[in-house]
């Protein structure tokens, strides 16, 4: 299977090692959206900050991030994410499009959304710049078929209360307070925070998924992904 | 050696993060248990009046009951801060369903930053809570209380008490902080022979308020949802309300420095206003629950005063159902705010119609004879929280369509257990566990109960309550439902539990598994001409792929 590391040339090992986490759910179809946002949200609350507003001297100060309850409609859940529309809907569009893959694959319904956390360290030209992951998140789903109503509902309570161990098991692995990048003076901040948004700020990061079609093999489209990174730079 | 001790400063400093992480600690829990959904919003420009960085509101009752029970004094070893939640029916049965417990151990971090790494990690630690306070069971309850049971709180310091949770109740960590002082440790017990309690249930059970809709003139009680979103009226402090302590206001400004950590330049300022500025005291509409103690907490009013970005009173989506906490010293009062340890005589005067409205959305309850419902005096009042809490009456028809224990996550050991898998009933796992004991369930069939005189007359059943003790609100109460909800389906060949537990946690796929390297390259290089065949002959396809790059 194609790697879903970043850009960095497989000769430029970094020291750090990158921490992976990896986390299961079955799930019905329709549940896959919903089951996906309260997983990466979660991480994503963690792992982001507010604006940072630099100010002379080197000092900077944070902005504030508020959070809100999301109730999920397919299962028997509700998660806490960050207010920000903007990083919803980017969360919502690499959920949508794994959906879609999963769907369109023809597959057993087994596939992955990985979330990794990265910082970019520059390069000289005309190499381009690393991308250096320091934090790994992959959720494994594998997709069921439940015949009929009683199922579902069972399906929906269930799924519910695995969801609400993933996120113990999510703070678990935060609170271990292990490596996190440093925090950046201004001209490096943009090497380690994702400082596009307006409203809050979040660690680097991307989101690549796989599928795995029946033959075992798996597609992915990082691969896409990174090659308009690559040209984009 | 170096002096490792810690700057005065820093020692400032650090008390001052762990009182506001302890009161945003206690936000934060009681604002997941008023059963609606939390909005706070982001704001890119530092208001300087976020600690940690964190939109958490501060409703000033709860921070008040929390100021009172640290009484000045910061979460230490053997002193802990404790937030106790727990359910009471309509018909005065409680019951404790989680501890969270802050607490201080003695494993020093001397080397660790006060203004810089503990700041971020009460941060992190807060939205941890945020996030677990969502998994637990008493969240659900929560959030579909109002009809027959509402979620009150109480917060004490000292010694933690988890008995009143039951038999084995589980733990959940949510994180720790090291500081130079010790370690802060966050954690909830909480109850689990309660453990599900399902909405089917209560769609069954028409809401009580739904009953008497039609009395409404103002305020129209819709059935589904006892919330009412907020309705902010700017207005006068008529003194009911909380003075807001003045260090509420003290602003917290952070400014971190990316240079080398002594610099680090961290300052806590207080606003400069000394005295809270009326700038906009909003009132909260608190609904009325149609309980019998209820219209003690409706009576209150709370005023906070918004996030100073002037975020506009329509999309900020506060909770507004509050249920008051207990009085330390006397469990079951309840507490009114503004009152130090009692009930609160109810303002007189209506204030903008609130009063009326209040006292109206009691009224409901002399549909079912509670004719006691006149807030106006403390006697009353009493005499009402006396009466709720000598009521452990017999309500078992409704109790026992709220109580079902289930076989499940949160479940850990069911009370008498009866082994149902080799009994022949579909979904066997799902079933409760105790059909057979439901005859001896005292909750199914209530032991008899003296009828005593009550002032409130009847209850929300027509017989008589009883004013037997309270002596068992803490037993297990453990309502036995068995009605398994699914019918057998002889369509399916094999247990559904079984065929669930399968599919929930498949093998690893071999072409996911990490030992990738363990091919051998000739092995790859083998298969690499039949690789670039298929490649060459999709030669379009990449093509068109490449034309989507541009």
Same mark, same amino acid.
């Given at each position: #299977?194609?790697?879903?590391?970043?850009?960095?040339? #497989?000769?430029?090992?970094?020291?750090?090692?990158?921490?992976?986490?990896?986390?299961?759910?079955?799930?019905?179809?329709?549940?896959? !959206?919903?089951?996906?946002?309260?997983?990466?949200?979660?991480?994503?609350?963690?792992?982001?900050?507010?604006?940072?507003?630099?100010?002379?001297?080197?000092?900077?100060?944070?902005?504030?991030?508020?959070?809100?309850?999301?109730?999920?409609?397919?299962?028997?859940?509700?998660?806490?994410?960050?207010?920000?529309?903007?990083?919803?809907?980017?969360?919502?569009?690499?959920?949508?499009?794994?959906?879609?893959?999963?769907?369109?694959?023809?597959?057993?319904?087994?596939?992955?959304?990985?979330?990794?956390?990265?910082?970019?360290?520059?390069?000289?030209? #005309?190499?381009?710049?690393?991308?250096?992951?320091?934090?790994?998140?992959?959720?494994?789903?594998?997709?069921?078929?439940?015949?009929?109503?009683?199922?579902?509902?069972?399906?929906?309570?269930?799924?519910?209360?695995?969801?609400? !161990?993933?996120?113990?098991?999510?703070?678990?692995?935060?609170?271990?307070?292990?490596?996190?990048?440093?925090?950046?003076?201004?001209?490096?901040?943009?090497?380690?925070?994702?400082?596009?948004?307006?409203?809050?700020?979040?660690?680097?990061?991307?989101?690549?998924?796989?599928?795995?079609?029946?033959?075992?093999?798996?597609?992915?489209?990082?691969?896409?992904?990174?090659?308009?990174?690559?040209?984009?730079? | 050696?170096?002096?490792?001790?810690?700057?005065?400063?820093?020692?400032? *400093?650090?008390?001052? %993060?762990?009182?506001?992480?302890?009161?945003?600690?206690?936000?934060?829990?009681?604002?997941?248990?008023?059963?609606?959904?939390?909005?706070?919003?982001?704001?890119?420009?530092?208001?300087?009046?976020?600690?940690?960085?964190?939109?958490?509101? *501060?409703?000033?009752?709860?921070?008040?009951?929390?100021? $009172?029970?640290?009484?000045?004094?910061?979460?230490?070893?053997?002193?802990?801060?404790?937030?106790?939640?727990?359910?009471?029916?309509?018909?005065?049965?409680?019951?404790?369903? =989680?501890?969270?417990?802050?607490?201080?151990? =003695?494993?020093?971090? $001397?080397?660790?930053?006060?203004?810089?790494?503990?700041?971020?990690?009460?941060?992190?630690?807060?939205?941890?809570?945020?996030?677990?306070?969502?998994?637990?069971?008493?969240?659900?309850?929560?959030?579909?209380?109002?009809?027959?049971?509402?979620?009150?709180?109480?917060?004490? %310091?000292?010694?933690?008490?988890?008995?009143?949770?039951?038999?084995?109740?589980?733990?959940?960590?949510?994180?720790?902080?090291?500081?130079?002082?010790?370690?802060?440790? @966050?954690?909830?017990?909480?109850?689990?022979?309660?453990?599900?309690?399902?909405?089917?249930?209560?769609?069954?059970?028409?809401?009580?308020?739904?009953?008497?809709?039609?009395?409404?003139?103002?305020?129209?009680?819709?059935?589904?949802?006892?919330?009412?979103?907020?309705?902010?009226?700017?207005?006068?402090?008529?003194?009911?309300?909380?003075?807001?302590?003045?260090?509420?206001?003290?602003?917290?400004?952070?400014?971190?420095?990316?240079?080398?950590?002594?610099?680090?330049?961290?300052?806590?300022?207080?606003?400069?206003?000394?005295?809270?500025?009326?700038?906009?005291?909003?009132?909260?509409?608190?609904?009325?629950?149609? @309980?019998?103690?209820?219209?003690?907490?409706?009576?209150?009013?709370?005023?906070?005063?918004?996030?100073?970005?002037?975020?506009?009173?329509?999309?900020?989506?506060?909770?507004?159902?509050?249920?008051?906490?207990?009085?330390?010293?006397?469990?079951?009062? /309840?507490?009114?705010?503004?009152?130090?340890?009692?009930?609160?005589?109810?303002?007189?005067?209506?204030?903008?119609?609130?009063?009326?409205?209040?006292?109206?959305?009691?009224?409901?309850?002399?549909?079912?004879?509670?004719?006691?419902?006149?807030?106006?005096?403390?006697? *009353?009042?009493?005499?009402?929280?006396?009466?709720?809490?000598?009521?452990?009456?017999?309500?078992?028809?409704?109790?026992?369509?709220?109580?079902?224990?289930?076989?499940?996550?949160?479940?850990?050991?069911?009370?008498?257990?009866?082994?149902?898998?080799?009994? *022949?009933?579909?979904?066997?796992?799902?079933?409760?566990?105790?059909? =057979?004991?439901?005859?001896?369930?005292?909750?199914?069939?209530?032991?008899?109960?003296?009828?005593?005189?009550?002032?409130?007359?009847?209850?929300?059943?027509?017989?008589?309550?009883?004013?037997?003790?309270?002596?068992?609100?803490?037993?297990? %109460?453990?309502?036995?439902?068995?009605?398994?909800?699914?019918? $057998?389906?002889?369509?399916?060949?094999?247990?559904?539990?079984?065929?669930?537990?399968?599919?929930?946690?498949?093998?690893?796929?071999?072409? @996911?598994?990490?030992?990738?390297?363990?091919?051998?390259?000739?092995?790859? /290089?083998?298969?690499?001409?039949? $690789?670039?065949?298929?490649?060459?002959?999709?030669?379009?396809?990449?093509?068109?792929?490449?034309?989507?790059?541009?």
């Amino acid at each position: #299977p194609l790697s879903t590391r970043c850009c960095a040339a #497989p000769g430029a090992a970094p020291a750090m090692n990158c921490r992976a986490e990896v986390l299961e759910v079955s799930v019905e179809g329709r549940q896959v !959206e919903e089951a996906m946002l309260a997983v990466l949200h979660t991480v994503l609350l963690h792992r982001s900050t507010g604006k940072f507003h630099y100010k002379k001297e080197g000092t900077y100060s944070i902005g504030t991030v508020g959070t809100q309850d999301v109730d999920c409609d397919f299962i028997d859940f509700a998660y806490v994410r960050v207010s920000s529309e903007e990083l919803d809907r980017a969360l919502r569009k690499a959920v949508g499009e794994f959906k879609d893959a999963l769907r369109s694959s023809g597959s057993d319904g087994m596939g992955q959304i990985s979330l990794e956390f990265y910082q970019k360290k520059k390069s000289r030209w #005309p190499f381009s710049d690393e991308c250096i992951p320091w934090e790994l998140w992959t959720i494994k789903v594998n997709v069921v078929n439940l015949a009929n109503e009683q199922e579902r509902q069972i399906c929906r309570e269930k799924v519910g209360e695995k969801l609400c !161990e993933k996120i113990i098991n999510i703070v678990e692995v935060m609170n271990r307070h292990e490596y996190l990048p440093k925090m950046p003076t201004q001209s490096e901040v943009d090497n380690v925070f994702d400082t596009s948004l307006k409203d809050v700020q979040p660690y680097l990061y991307k989101i690549s998924y796989q599928i795995t079609d029946s033959l075992g093999t798996s597609v992915t489209t990082t691969m896409r992904r990174l090659i308009k990174d690559t040209l984009a730079l | 050696a170096m002096d490792t001790d810690l700057s005065s400063q820093d020692r400032k *400093d650090l008390d001052k %993060f762990i009182k506001f992480f302890a009161l945003k600690t206690v936000q934060v829990i009681v604002q997941a248990r008023l059963g609606e959904k939390i909005c706070t919003r982001s704001s890119s420009s530092p208001t300087g009046s976020d600690w940690f960085n964190l939109a958490i509101k *501060d409703i000033p009752e709860v921070t008040h009951e929390a100021k $009172k029970a640290l009484a000045g004094q910061l979460p230490a070893v053997g002193r802990s801060m404790c937030v106790e939640i727990s359910l009471k029916t309509s018909e005065g049965d409680s019951m404790e369903l =989680e501890i969270w417990c802050l607490e201080m151990n =003695e494993k020093c971090d $001397k080397e660790i930053k006060v203004s810089y790494t503990v700041y971020n990690r009460l941060s992190l630690l807060l939205k941890s809570l945020l996030a677990i306070t969502r998994v637990t069971p008493a969240y659900r309850l929560s959030r579909k209380q109002g009809h027959e049971y509402v979620i009150l709180y109480r917060i004490y %310091f000292g010694e933690v008490q988890l008995s009143g949770l039951g038999e084995g109740f589980q733990t959940v960590r949510v994180g720790t902080v090291g500081t130079p002082v010790g370690t802060i440790t @966050l954690s909830c017990a909480y109850r689990i022979n309660l453990a599900f309690m399902s909405t089917r249930q209560f769609e069954r059970t028409p809401p009580i308020m739904g009953i008497i809709i039609d009395h409404f003139v103002d305020r129209p009680y819709p059935s589904s949802s006892p919330m009412h979103p907020c309705n902010y009226r700017a207005g006068e402090d008529n003194g009911a309300v909380y003075p807001s302590v003045e260090d509420s206001q003290e602003v917290c400004t952070t400014s971190f420095s990316t240079s080398p950590p002594s610099q680090c330049v961290f300052t806590v300022t207080k606003a400069h206003f000394q005295t809270p500025p009326p700038v906009v005291t909003d009132t909260l509409k608190v609904p009325v629950m149609g @309980l019998a103690f209820s219209h003690q907490l409706s009576s209150s009013r709370l005023s906070y005063q918004p996030a100073a970005l002037g975020v506009g009173s329509a999309d900020m989506g506060y909770p507004v159902l509050f249920a008051g906490g207990f009085n330390a010293a006397h469990p079951h009062q /309840l507490i009114g705010p503004g009152k130090e340890g009692g009930v609160p005589p109810v303002p007189s005067q209506p204030a903008h119609g609130t009063q009326a409205d209040q006292e109206r959305m009691c009224t409901p309850l002399d549909g079912v004879h509670y004719s006691a419902a006149t807030p106006s005096s403390s006697e *009353d009042t009493e005499t009402v929280s006396n009466s709720s809490e000598g009521k452990c009456g017999s309500p078992h028809d409704l109790l026992e369509t709220i109580f079902v224990r289930k076989v499940g996550a949160f479940v850990n050991k069911p009370i008498n257990q009866v082994t149902m898998a080799n009994l *022949d009933i579909p979904f066997a796992m799902f079933a409760p566990k105790n059909v =057979e004991l439901e005859d001896n369930d005292p909750m199914v069939n209530p032991p008899d109960s003296p009828e005593t005189e009550s002032p409130l007359q009847g209850s929300l059943h027509s017989e008589g309550s009883s004013g037997s003790s309270t002596g068992n609100t803490h037993d297990d %109460f453990v309502m036995i439902d068995f009605k398994p909800a699914f019918s $057998k389906d002889d369509i399916l060949p094999m247990d559904l539990g079984t065929f669930y537990r399968e599919f929930q946690n498949p093998p690893q796929l071999s072409s @996911l598994s990490i030992d990738i390297g363990a091919q051998s390259m000739a092995e790859d /290089l083998d298969s690499l001409p039949e $690789k670039l065949a298929v490649h060459e002959k999709n030669v379009k396809e990449f093509d068109a792929f490449v034309e989507t790059l541009q």
